[in-house]
């Protein structure tokens, strides 16, 4: 099957404007992740859904950051007013469900987001 | 305070050597262990794991690890190192008191030279 796809796959836009970044997760996978990657740096946790629970917001820098997921698929993540700290490689992954730790997750290519 | 690091920012290497790309850890309780690698462009691969059993782990693209504890060390090596192996490796650890956060280390940039 698909593995995790991420759109658009590059975004240029200017700054203040709004964005939205969408990921589509594996097919009958209930956990899903969105990480921000600074250029050639580690990965900065954002947020996390597993099924119907609520999600952990613990990572989003600023309340100009939200996301969202749909029906236990799809989800997007917003980022209002952007400003150009906001540049970065947004990368989406998603596992299947996991009370034990134990399972690897899969991710996108990422959107390469470039705040002018 | 649970942490990864990985020492090296670049290991370079030349094609048909051994690498050894490093790991260390520090949690608490037993730890779950993984490695992923990054191509240019591209998100994270999942290469291995290490939850409990045989200290030497196996995964893709002929790579494997060992988990030491006394050392808290989980080492990515590679008996033969290919050009193909160029890329960005992380060194990632479950945080203990979740069933779902990665401990993520920097990344080590592992070039591998004709």
């Known amino acids: 099957g698909a593995g995790v796809s991420q759109s658009p796959s590059n975004k240029v836009t200017e700054k203040g404007k709004d964005v939205e970044l969408r990921c589509d997760p594996i097919?009958?996978?209930?956990?899903l992740y969105w990480y921000r990657q600074s250029l050639g740096q580690g990965l900065e946790f954002l947020i996390y859904?597993?099924?119907?629970?609520?999600?952990?917001k613990s990572g989003l820098p600023s309340d100009r950051f939200s996301a969202e997921r749909t029906g236990g698929s799809v989800s997007t993540l917003t980022i209002q007013r952007t400003q150009q700290e906001d540049s970065a490689v947004y990368l989406c992954?998603?596992?299947?469900?996991?009370?034990?730790?134990?399972?690897?997750?899969?991710f996108g290519d990422g959107t390469r987001l470039s705040i002018l | 305070a649970q942490s990864v690091a990985q020492p090296e920012d670049q290991v370079n290497v030349a094609e048909g050597n051994p690498l050894t790309v490093k790991c260390t850890y520090s949690?608490?309780?037993?730890?779950?262990l993984f490695w992923y690698v990054q191509y240019p462009n591209r998100g994270l691969q999942f290469l291995l794991k290490?939850?409990?059993?045989d200290n030497l782990v196996k995964g893709s693209y002929g790579f494997e690890a060992e988990f030491n504890k006394s050392q808290t060390s989980f080492h990515l090596k590679k008996p033969s190192a290919l050009v193909s192996d160029s890329a960005l490796y992380f060194c990632?650890?479950?945080?203990?008191?979740?069933?779902?956060?990665?401990?993520w280390g920097a990344g080590t940039k592992l070039i591998i030279k004709p």
């Open positions: 992954a998603s596992s299947s469900h996991d009370p034990a730790g134990v399972k690897p997750q899969h």
């Open positions: 097919s009958g996978h209930t956990a």
């Open positions: 859904f597993q099924g119907n629970s609520a999600p952990d």
């Open positions: 949690v608490s309780g037993n730890p779950y």
């Open positions: 290490y939850i409990t059993g």
């Open positions: 990632a650890v479950r945080d203990f008191g979740s069933n779902y956060q990665l401990i």
